[in-house]
């Protein structure tokens, strides 16, 4: 939770300081086609935070692995669904930073920014439960519930009442949520004044 808290903070920032300093103003005259800045910020936040992701999470998965496996309970990550989960958790980071990006443009203060990232990404959705069918549709779109299922090895129980997500449902958020971001925020910032 901490790291999609951190990166989508750092996403923000990398919008949010531009305009704190003023910076905005040069950045446009220099390069009058904002929608191209955006989207040039969206690529680097996207690789560096994926570069980050992918690092924290094989760190995680082996270092985890190696206290395992002196209890006889290691899972090589070659073992059947196993990548997923370390291939799950290493895309939450590049997700919230572009999520983060998106609010940044539209908000444009830090404080109000990190709030609403923070809220978006990790309170809204403990607002939604399972067990009736359109909260769980609603709570299906959230990151950290497409997060929850993707890391999850073992099919739902068929007999419980809870709506439970798919993993290509999950899939989808994660390439629809910062998508969806970016091109807002290209919209946003090319119909905005500076």
Same mark, same amino acid.
């Given at each position: 939770?901490?790291?999609?808290?951190?990166?989508?903070?750092?996403?923000?920032?990398?919008?949010?300081?531009? &305009?704190?300093?003023? *910076?905005?103003? =040069? =950045?446009?005259?220099?390069?009058?086609? @904002?929608?191209?800045?955006?989207?040039?910020?969206?690529?680097?936040? !996207?690789?560096?935070?994926?570069?980050?992701?992918? %690092?924290?999470? /094989?760190?995680?998965?082996?270092?985890?692995?190696? /206290? *395992?496996?002196? +209890? #006889?309970?290691?899972?090589?990550?070659? #073992?059947?669904?196993?990548? +997923?989960?370390?291939?799950?958790?290493?895309?939450?980071?590049?997700?919230?930073?572009?999520?983060?990006?998106?609010?940044?443009?539209?908000?444009? #203060?830090?404080? !109000?920014?990190?709030?609403?990232?923070?809220?978006? *990404?990790?309170?809204?959705?403990?607002?939604?439960?399972?067990?009736? +069918?359109?909260? !769980?549709?609603?709570? #299906?779109?959230?990151? /950290? =519930?497409?997060?929850?299922?993707?890391?999850?090895?073992?099919?739902?129980?068929? $007999?419980?009442?809870? &709506?439970?997500?798919?993993?290509?449902?999950?899939?989808?958020? &994660?390439? %629809? @949520?910062?998508? $969806?971001?970016?091109?807002?925020?290209?919209?946003?910032?090319? +119909? @905005?004044?500076?």
């Amino acid at each position: 939770m901490t790291p999609m808290l951190v990166a989508g903070s750092m996403g923000a920032i990398t919008v949010v300081s531009e &305009y704190s300093s003023g *910076l905005v103003r =040069t =950045t446009t005259v220099a390069v009058p086609a @904002r929608g191209t800045v955006v989207l040039a910020k969206a690529v680097v936040t !996207a690789g560096v935070w994926t570069v980050v992701g992918t %690092v924290v999470s /094989i760190g995680s998965f082996l270092v985890s692995q190696a /206290i *395992l496996d002196g +209890r #006889h309970a290691g899972v090589s990550i070659t #073992h059947p669904g196993v990548f +997923r989960g370390p291939a799950a958790s290493a895309l939450p980071a590049p997700v919230c930073a572009l999520v983060g990006l998106g609010l940044g443009v539209l908000i444009r #203060h830090s404080a !109000a920014t990190m709030v609403t990232s923070a809220f978006t *990404l990790l309170m809204l959705p403990t607002l939604f439960e399972q067990s009736k +069918r359109w909260s !769980a549709d609603v709570d #299906h779109a959230m990151l /950290i =519930t497409a997060w929850r299922r993707l890391v999850q090895n073992w099919q739902p129980d068929p $007999a419980s009442h809870m &709506y439970t997500a798919t993993v290509t449902g999950s899939w989808i958020v &994660y390439a %629809v @949520r910062p998508l $969806a971001a970016v091109v807002f925020a290209v919209v946003v910032v090319r +119909r @905005r004044d500076v």
